[in-house]
């Protein structure tokens, strides 16, 4: 432990500015250092794109000063010499993802040294998220007696694009102090709004140029900004009384608020990108406010729509209601909520602040439990921490109240066993990903918080008082300090060390309540889909002997089913929890049709808070994780027919067309295919894009489509619940097996037919559905009529499709029907090519014969061929034994006359 304290005349180890720096011995004496080299697009397009990535290991001791500041486009002369040595002895350094996430924002492909310059070059393939957070991490290669320690790395993506303008207004603030606003999807992306100008960066303040916006859309004011908030596709600034939007692609326009009454005091989009639920599609929240009027836009909506305030509510509750005075807008962690906060007039006339809840999906609102009761006049604020509930602080210029799960009141200042109030005017408050906050007054003086706890601790800012200071965290955790230089018209920022500050301001209790909180929740959040259920973890480590454990705070936790287990491992030294948090999706058949009519709410958004029980502001590292579990439809869920293994390939019905004669149709059909062309002979062209390879079915087989659920390109599961399907044109020639009757109906089955009659709908995807099906299996008086063709398809049903006569082409849609197969619309196209008809089997036949006889009449030729063969060679053998004899005989002959000469010669 050192003491550090300024090297002034007069100053000594008990000032107020002495500072208590712990010192620990590491064995991780090196760091690595990663920037990205290149891209392959400016901005991100829904795909993503290629970084090439640039790698090399740093000794802060011997650093050079661009590499202490991340600014370093190539290694130092003594980071190249030691980047080197650390490749000889075999380290390799490995990039992924720093959090636990089931989607892969990043994917390496391929790593390789270049000993040219001195470093690694690392080939990713990155989605189109504007902010990575990413873990270095190497091989365990010792050098000089130290390691490499695992590195945490922000990279940052262009959210927006260029932004040159020929003719254009500079911005300025309308405070005096300056005031940053950040981007919700990169903590690199922000505006910082001062009394002379307006500066933007997208790479966290290594450069900035200035905003400005075309006259034309300005329409020649001063430029004068009265609030500014960014979406996770555009940057909205209120300025000259008016709403002006910035897109992707760096063009303005001039946003009409339809409906508004007075000049529009403020804006405000979500803080934190939420990632999971009806949120996810862009999360284009905004909120726009006049002094009494207050404008929503949710990410489905394409405007600004007028949102009336719960006066009938305030009245009942013995509110004034004549005037709703709006102060304040904030969004909780909650994705589908909004805060505001109002000011109402009791019946006895005192003046309360009064945190209203707004419902984005169902347009609901509701009143708080409690009150604030002021007498002062100040600008009052609103601001959510990171955390399942809605727990806030409000505040003006010199007071801070709390709305925390444990309570409610005014935060005070902890020095020692001490409190005291704070005495100065408030700045700004921040709020951090993990539950804290940041308290930054005027005179540049900080405090520290977190959520749950009632007081706040001074840190050590290391600015004057008169600097020109913001702050903001980042998607780490780490907090950030920009000081501006009007004079140079420049921003810097610095990593503020909050831990140590904390540390020291804590001195001398630096014990914990935990040794260690660990958790496996998934920062991106989750889905649970009808009959789904997840599994998460937590763990705790705190000192035999004393008393901790794991909690955890949920939000609607109506919508799913919950059961909590800890296991508890006690020791001599450390007791151990282990947590398994279990949710499942708990809905009946009729809460399910309910919901799909809209009568009934089984999904949203459940939000979820773990965290130990006991902390005190010495434990360091994160003390609580929130996440999302989105309860209703997946993205990307979708229905697939499965294809016979060898239908991959059929490039031959590419723009293939078939012909569909009048008698191939319904006169009666209503659907999108060929309404009213029974009349006449109509051309269909294949559509291989969409349907794929067609489905070979032999005339006489009875077909039952095998339908497979996927997430995206991943299999998921076989659908086992009821379908129905529908053919595309309106063509007749199929029909059904089985009657109801023998699919085992204990109730006439409902009917395509009857379902189109009785909704008088266009399309039968329309007319039957999730919403309104009945299983026939349900008992019903009266029974009737079961001897009708059975429409319901299912892999365990005896019904099937049956063709007849029919051939050719059959373009069908299916439909899922039962509600417990999922929340999403299961709805997808798939074609039969139907074969063999029966004069097409008769020809077969006849076919079949002619080469039967063909075939015969050659085997029995090859059979004559083969007896001659062998009958004329055993003649031809016969012969030539004969032959060969007779000249043996006659050479014996010969050679005995010519014996009996040479006998009568001597």
């Not at 805060?339 to 708080?368: C, F, H, R």
């Not at 810097?492 to 020291?504: C, D, G, I, K, N």
């Not at 001599?572 to 799909?596: D, G, I, K, P, R």
């Not at 009048?662 to 269909?684: F, H, I, W």
Request: aromatic residues 10%; hydrophobic residues 35%.
């Amino acid at each position: 432990m050192y003491v550090v304290y300024p090297d002034v005349a007069g100053a000594g180890t008990s000032d107020d500015n002495t500072l208590h720096v712990q010192v620990l011995d590491s064995p991780s004496c090196y760091r690595w250092y990663l920037i990205p080299a290149n891209r392959t697009a400016d901005v991100p397009d829904k795909s993503g794109e290629t970084w090439l990535l640039h790698v090399w290991i740093v000794d802060d001791r011997h650093a050079s000063l661009s590499e202490l500041n991340n600014t370093a486009q190539e290694p130092s002369e003594y980071s190249a010499q030691l980047t080197e040595l650390s490749w000889r002895k075999k380290q390799h350094p490995e990039v992924r993802q720093l959090y636990n996430s089931h989607v892969q924002h990043v994917l390496s492909k391929g790593t390789a040294y270049s000993r040219n310059s001195s470093l690694w070059e690392v080939v990713m393939e990155v989605d189109n998220s504007a902010e990575q957070a990413l873990l270095v991490s190497g091989r365990p290669v010792m050098l000089d007696n130290c390691f490499v320690r695992d590195t945490q790395v922000l990279l940052h993506q262009p959210q927006f694009t260029d932004r040159t303008v020929s003719s254009s207004v500079s911005l300025k603030g309308s405070a005096t102090a300056p005031v940053l606003v950040k981007s919700p999807v990169s903590s690199g992306v922000a505006l910082l709004i001062t009394s002379t100008e307006v500066l933007f960066t997208q790479d966290s303040f290594l450069t900035t140029e200035a905003l400005i916006i075309p006259d034309d859309v300005l329409q020649s004011c001063s430029g004068e900004v009265q609030g500014a908030a960014f979406t996770a596709s555009s940057l909205y600034v209120i300025a000259c009384n008016s709403l002006c939007r910035m897109a992707q692609n760096g063009t303005w326009e001039r946003v009409i608020v339809q409906g508004v009454s007075g000049g529009l005091v403020g804006l405000k989009a979500r803080e934190r990108h939420s990632r999971v639920g009806r949120a996810q599609v862009d999360d284009e929240c905004l909120a726009v406010w006049t002094s009494t009027q207050l404008f929503v836009k949710s990410s489905s909506e394409s405007s600004l729509e007028l949102t009336s305030l719960p006066t009938t509510q305030l009245g009942a509750s013995g509110y004034s209601n004549n005037t709703v005075p709006i102060l304040d807008v904030s969004f909780p962690s909650d994705p589908e909520e909004l805060g505001v906060l109002v000011q109402v007039l009791t019946a006895e006339g005192d003046n309360k602040l009064m945190t209203l809840q707004y419902d984005l999906p169902t347009t609901i609102w509701s009143l708080p439990e409690f009150t604030i009761q002021h007498s002062s006049a100040g600008n009052f604020s609103l601001l959510y921490l990171a955390s399942a509930m809605p727990e806030a602080l409000v505040w003006d210029p010199t007071n801070v109240t709390y709305s925390f799960s444990n309570g409610t009141g005014t935060l005070q200042v902890l020095k020692g066993n001490m409190t005291s109030n704070l005495v100065e005017s408030i700045q700004e408050i921040i709020a951090g990903p993990n539950g804290d906050f940041v308290i930054h007054l005027t005179s540049n003086k900080l405090y520290y918080g977190r959520v749950d706890i009632e007081n706040v601790v001074e840190l050590s800012p290391g600015e004057l008082p008169e600097a020109e200071v913001v702050l903001f965290f980042d998607v780490l955790g780490r907090l950030q300090l920009v000081n501006y230089d009007s004079t140079a018209s420049l921003a810097t920022v610095r990593l503020f060390p909050l831990q140590a500050e904390v540390y020291s301001s804590m001195y001398p209790v630096t014990s914990c309540p935990y040794h260690r909180f660990s958790h496996g929740i998934d920062v991106d959040g989750y889905y649970i889909d009808v009959g789904e259920e997840l599994k998460i973890w937590a763990m705790i480590l705190y000192p035999s002997g004393s008393y901790n454990n794991v909690e955890v705070l949920v939000r609607n936790g109506h919508l799913l089913q919950q059961n909590f287990s800890s296991e508890i491992l006690p020791s001599s030294l450390y007791t151990t929890e282990n947590m398994t948090l279990h949710f499942s999706s708990n809905v009946t058949f009729e809460m399910l049709q309910a919901e799909n009519s809209g009568s009934y709410g089984t999904t949203g958004i459940v939000t979820v808070e773990v965290r130990p029980k006991q902390t005190l502001y010495s434990c360091r590292g994160s003390v609580n994780m929130v996440t999302s579990i989105s309860v209703g439809c997946p993205p990307n869920r979708h229905i697939r027919v499965r294809r016979p293994f060898g239908t991959e390939e059929c490039s031959s019905y590419q723009n293939y067309i078939y012909t569909l004669s009048p008698d191939m149709y319904d006169p009666t059909y209503k659907g999108e295919g060929c309404q009213g062309c029974a009349g006449n002979s109509t051309e269909v062209t294949y559509d291989l894009d969409n349907l794929g390879c067609p489905i070979d079915v032999f005339y006489s087989d009875h077909f039952r489509p095998t339908v497979d659920l996927y997430d995206g390109d991943k299999f998921v599961r076989e659908v086992t619940e009821d379908f129905f399907v529908w053919e595309a044109h309106g063509r007749t020639g199929y029909g059904y097996n089985a009657t109801m009757q023998q699919a085992g109906c204990a109730c006439e089955a409902q009917t395509l037919a009857a379902m189109l009659t009785a909704g008088n709908v266009s399309s039968p995807g329309d007319a039957w559905g999730p919403q309104n099906y009945q299983p026939c299996s349900t008992p019903c008086d009266p029974q009737g009529s079961l001897s009708g063709q059975h429409e319901v398809l299912s892999s365990s049903g005896v019904s099937a499709l049956k063709f007849g006569s029919s051939k050719g082409i059959f373009v069908f849609h299916l439909k899922v029907l039962d509600p417990e197969c999922s929340y999403c619309v299961l709805q997808t196209q798939f074609a039969v090519r139907v074969y063999g008809s029966p004069r097409e089997s008769l020809d077969l036949y006849v076919y079949l014969a002619v080469l039967a006889f063909i075939v015969g009449t050659v085997i029995v030729l090859a059979l004559t061929y083969y007896m001659y063969y062998k009958l004329m060679a055993g003649e031809h053998e016969k012969v030539l034994q004969e032959w060969t004899n007779k000249e043996s005989d006659e050479q014996e002959g010969k050679e005995s006359e010519e014996e009996e000469v040479k006998k009568e010669e001597e």
